[in-house]
């Protein structure tokens, strides 16, 4: 497996994901209740970047029709997210947040 180096941790706050293009990839970098985690940051109905969204209580809202996921899991919870969201796995070495792009999703 290997891991990408995407922002430091300090870059990441719990209200404020990061958002970066990793190889080509839109993704999201979000903090909940201490942890890490890394979603793919376009909304699956249209182009909107959910890390721009409104982040409350582990779930992103996107900012252009408010479909609602679970940023711990990728769930989309409701409104016209059409599908649950890809995660990638996290690590944090040396204070550098890192991905890997072997995707995760929810059943
Ligand atoms: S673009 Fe995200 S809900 Fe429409």
Redesign the pocket.
Known sequence: MSWIGVCDAEQVQEDFPYSGKIEGKEIGIYLVDGEFYALEDV?P????L?SQGFVEDGKVE?P????VFDVKTGQCLH???GRNLNRYPVRVFENQIQITFIEETVA
Do not use: D, F, M, V
């Open positions: 909304c109905h249209a182009y909107a959910l996107c252009l029709h408010e479909a409104g016209p997210g």
